[in-house]
């Protein structure tokens, strides 16, 4: 497929001085320039600078849906000015093939003066909207908004939730072949996102190409093909979303979705077992790093129980994002009534699909012997392993449609009866 | 009405059909560092005429918004300055006036002088008052301060009923010649912006500019000869303040319009030139700093 967006070495230099102060006053200058006339020797001293944006190339292909994630400062919204034309790069080049629209933010120009329907006008011509294209989504853009009788009412006086409607709206309808979004838009309901990242049917052929900038990684894992991570200006990766994701995190909080002990010595444990590996993996006992919220996903243990004499068992422990305790559980099945021979098993704890809840789990393992009212820890992996929970936002989850934030540790698949009374 | 919730789709969104704006691949966008000597992209200006409009809509709605009161302040202003220096000037200093009714003489010269000053000051605020819009989305930024010298013709124009109207009262009867007045308001639009051009990107960078305006804009109409006639002064006088361009457009204004005194020709040729000249500096100092607007606004 063709190539809707590449980049070849773009950069940006920024002189420190704009980012300590963003603009001056003309007596500063003036003064500074006086000072500099009136200064002997070395009077240039080159002034300080960074580079925010560092030689960053890379490709999108139409129709492909693409996430820039990074910490902050990492230049991600940089780049996003400069492919939005809203800044310059200081070097380096870029060519966008096809219509571009940018939505930085929703509501671009909003007037709070002006009514509903002069905003849309207002909002859908800053967008880029032809006024023929206004008019023909009129109708849609305000039954989506649901603003409905309020249309000519100045959007000073709409509640808040309304005035984001309907601008949310407009967004929703702006349709151009290559579309750049800032996260904020992330939060928009699931029909938004469908329509505005051409997740719905598609107009003919390819898809609408899509460059998503967000440290959401969430809203990255649940929008995005592919994924780019920035660091320090640079391309640190380019790659398959959950690769990237789980790369970044690697890094970022230092655990990954594996972990191997080759040496003996290192490995967790006491004289009765010690643990070999940890691994996340999806029903086929692959590793995965990042796991549908729709299907089940195991942790796999393997450990060398050294002699025998004592039943040992198995047990887990998850942690959400916030630290907060999922669950605890222990292997209960029979295996582990009677002690085992020595030798190396594999346990998995099998994790049922719609359980968790979306974010990263982390997870400590520990193999015990039970010793009532006490669990006696052999060997312990404390937050040995990380993976990531997600919603693809396909409307059969516990979610339904609804796409904003979903408080919880759990957020199971209930069985719900109506009656009719 | 549930103003809180997110809304949860009701049905499928229709599907849109293939419209011209959607060729797949009809543009391509190119994206470079800023030339140190950027050219003005006439084609992509005129690409982006609709967004001008709406510019110039939008503020010309929310002045106009209170409909009554917008329009009438429109009427009052230059009323109230042409009363005050008929007053002050015609009265008691006794102005010359070019053998026309001092009221008239001072109103006519006062809407030209107003024309200018509101799109000079629109124009230089219009970067500035514009940065939700210039950090979040792309646009030729040229379009800002020439929808800042283009509003204030709507109010202008209302004047001139008034205008009209007391050339009935007077007894004013306009030649042929007023079908060239719209050539002065054009020369006093040239001015205006190729002011704004170069102080509104200056006031992105140095936000005291704006406080040093008005006291120029205080001297200006003194040397303009918008409450007198310039031809009362010694004439090498009228060549020094021929640079002053706003000269040609109130001279100008009340000759065609008026049947005032006509200005020196060489001394109309300077002022236009200066205009031009204004235009060209402005233009050239605005688009050398509009790659910058974005990080220094």
């Known amino acids: ?421 | 009405m549930t103003e809180t919730q997110v809304p949860v789709p009701q049905k499928p969104a229709p599907a849109v059909e293939a419209s011209p704006e959607h060729e797949r691949n009809s543009d391509i966008t190119v994206i470079r560092p800023a030339s140190s000597w950027p050219q003005i992209q006439f084609n992509e200006l005129w690409r982006y005429r609709g967004l001008l409009g709406v510019f110039v809509w939008r503020d010309l709605k929310v002045r106009y918004k209170q409909t009554v009161i917008g329009v009438a302040w429109a009427l009052f202003q230059p009323l109230f300055t042409a009363l005050v220096y008929t007053f002050v000037f015609g009265r008691f200093a006794k102005f010359p006036s070019e053998n026309l009714p001092y009221p008239i003489f001072a109103y006519a010269g006062v809407l030209a002088w107003q024309y200018f000053s509101s799109s000079f000051n629109q124009a230089t605020s219009s970067v500035v008052g514009n940065v939700p819009l210039v950090t979040k989305v792309y646009f030729p930024r040229l379009l800002l301060p020439i929808g800042g010298v283009l509003v204030p013709l709507v109010d202008l124009t209302l004047s001139l009923t008034v205008l009209a109207g007391m050339m009935v009262w007077f007894g004013v009867v306009p030649s042929a010649l007023i079908l060239l007045s719209p050539l002065f308001i054009a020369l006093a639009l040239v001015t205006a912006l190729g002011a704004g051009l170069a102080l509104s990107a200056m006031t992105v960078r140095y936000r005291d500019v704006p406080y040093a305006i008005p006291l120029f804009m205080q001297v200006l109409p003194f040397l303009s000869g918008v409450m007198y006639s310039l031809t009362a002064l010694p004439e090498k006088w009228q060549w020094v303040l021929a640079f002053n361009p706003l000269t040609a457009v109130v001279t100008g204004w009340r000759w065609t319009v008026l049947g005032g005194f006509s200005p020196n020709p060489g001394q109309l040729a300077i002022s236009v030139a200066m205009a031009f000249a204004m235009l060209a500096v402005g233009l050239a100092y605005f688009r050398r700093s509009e790659p910058r607007f974005a990080d220094t606004i």
């Open chain 1, 1 to 421: 497929m063709a190539v809707a967006i590449s980049a070849e070495e773009l950069s940006k230099r920024f002189r420190i001085g704009q980012y300590r102060a963003a603009y001056g006053t003309l007596r500063d200058s003036v003064s500074a320039g006086v000072r500099r006339l009136r200064a002997t020797g070395h009077v240039h001293q080159p002034d300080e600078t960074i580079w925010a944006l560092k030689d960053v190339s890379f490709e999108a292909r139409e129709g492909e849906v693409v996430g820039i994630i990074g910490p902050n400062g990492a230049g991600k919204s940089t780049l996003l000015k400069i492919l939005t034309r809203i800044t310059t790069p200081t070097e380096g080049r870029a060519e966008i093939r096809g219509r571009v629209g940018s939505l930085l933010e929703v509501g671009t120009g909003f007037h709070p003066e002006l009514t509903g329907r002069e905003n849309i006008y207002l909002n859908g011509s800053i967008l880029g909207m032809s006024r023929r294209e206004i008019n023909r989504n009129f109708d849609a853009i305000v039954d989506f908004s649901g603003v409905g009788k309020f249309i000519d009412t100045p959007v000073k006086r709409y509640s808040s939730g309304m005035y984001v409607r309907l601008a949310f709206s407009v967004a929703a309808h702006f349709e151009p072949e290559v579309l750049i979004v800032d996260e904020v838009l992330a939060v928009g309901d699931a029909d938004f996102q469908r329509r505005s990242l051409g997740r719905m049917e598609s107009i003919g052929g390819a898809g609408r190409t899509v460059l998503f900038v967000s440290h959401n990684l969430q809203g990255i894992l649940q929008l995005c093909d592919r994924a780019i991570l920035l660091q320090h200006g640079e391309v640190a990766m380019d790659g398959p979303t959950a690769d990237v994701v789980a790369f970044y995190e690697q890094q970022t909080i230092g655990q990954s979705s594996e972990v191997v002990w080759t040496h003996r010595t290192d490995a967790p444990g006491d004289d009765l077992v010690r643990l070999q590996s940890i691994r996340i993996v999806d029903e086929d006992g692959s590793s995965i790093n990042v796991a549908d919220v729709r299907r089940p996903v195991g942790v796999e243990i393997a450990f060398q129980v050294l002699r025998t004499g004592d039943a040992v068992v198995p047990k887990i422990k998850l942690y959400d994002q916030h630290g907060a305790t999922a669950f605890n559980a222990i292997d209960t099945s029979s295996y582990w009534h009677d002690p085992p021979d020595p030798g190396e098993y594999v346990s998995t704890a099998w994790i049922p699909a719609n359980l968790l809840n979306e974010g990263r789990m982390s997870v400590d393992v520990d193999v015990v012997t039970v010793a009532s009212p006490k669990l006696l820890p052999h060997a312990s992996a404390r937050l040995a392993v990380s993976f990531h929970v997600y919603d693809p936002m396909d409307g059969d989850s516990a979610r339904g449609l609804f796409s904003g934030q979903w408080r919880g540790v759990v957020r199971p698949l209930l069985d719900w009866t109506t009656e009719e009374r």
